[in-house]
């Protein structure tokens, strides 16, 4: 059987919060969608998708439903993904573009059926299989989770602000003066 990792990068939301399309906002001379696929691709994910209605330059996978919740979206992205061969989802937000790669290895090495971190629902890494087959897109994720049969693994405390991402343009300055200075040094003063 394939163990074969596709993303999905939720990007379906209002942003209303932010008062622009997250997936659009720069990070340091990179928009969000970017640097989050961009961490997907470097551990591995293959294909990197978008599910949402935002064209931003990856395969889009669009929402049955727009705006009706982060389950639908996972629902849609789990259909490309077993389509393109995929056996496995990461599922990211794109609103946590300053996750690392370390930040998701205990999710990645988990067993089957995956894992998403206690108190977190995304990022999660899950087998296609163990999606529910009555998964229905008004289902909370925290639903979609337990009922998945993820492991829960404790959230190291510096990672869990990285994993929760940016909601507001005032926790985007916050995680913006977190980074790491040579974080995408290439385009550091970009902003």
């Known amino acids: 059987m394939s163990s074969r990792l596709g993303a999905m990068i939720l990007a379906g939301g209002a942003s209303s919060r932010m008062g622009v399309d997250?997936?659009?906002v720069l990070w340091r001379g990179r928009t969000a969608v970017e640097r989050v696929a961009a961490l997907a691709t470097a551990i591995g994910a293959e294909p990197v998708i978008t599910v949402g209605a935002g064209d931003y330059g990856l395969p889009l996978v669009l929402d049955e439903q727009p705006l009706g919740g982060p389950v639908g979206g996972v629902l849609a992205?789990?259909?490309?993904l077993r389509a393109a061969g995929c056996a496995r989802a990461l599922v990211l937000a794109v609103d946590a573009p300053?996750?690392?790669?370390?930040?998701?290895?205990?999710?990645?090495?988990?067993?089957g059926p995956g894992a998403a971190y206690e108190g977190l629902h995304l990022p999660m890494v899950v087998e296609l299989a163990a999606i529910p087959a009555d998964a229905a897109a008004g289902w909370p994720?925290?639903?979609?989770v337990e009922r998945a049969g993820l492991s829960r693994?404790?959230?190291?405390?510096?990672?869990?602000?990285?994993i929760r991402g940016a909601n507001t343009p005032g926790e985007r300055d916050a995680l913006l003066?977190?980074?790491?200075?040579?974080?995408?040094?290439?385009?550091s003063g970009a902003d």
Request: proline share 13%.
């Open 77 to 80: 992205g789990a259909t490309a």
């Open 98 to 111: 300053t996750l690392q790669a370390a930040d998701l290895a205990p999710l990645l090495a988990a067993a």
């Open 22 to 24: 997250k997936a659009t």
């Open 177 to 187: 003066a977190s980074m790491p200075p040579d974080d995408n040094a290439e385009n």
């Open 153 to 162: 693994p404790a959230c190291p405390p510096e990672v869990a602000t990285r």
């Open 141 to 144: 994720l925290g639903r979609l």
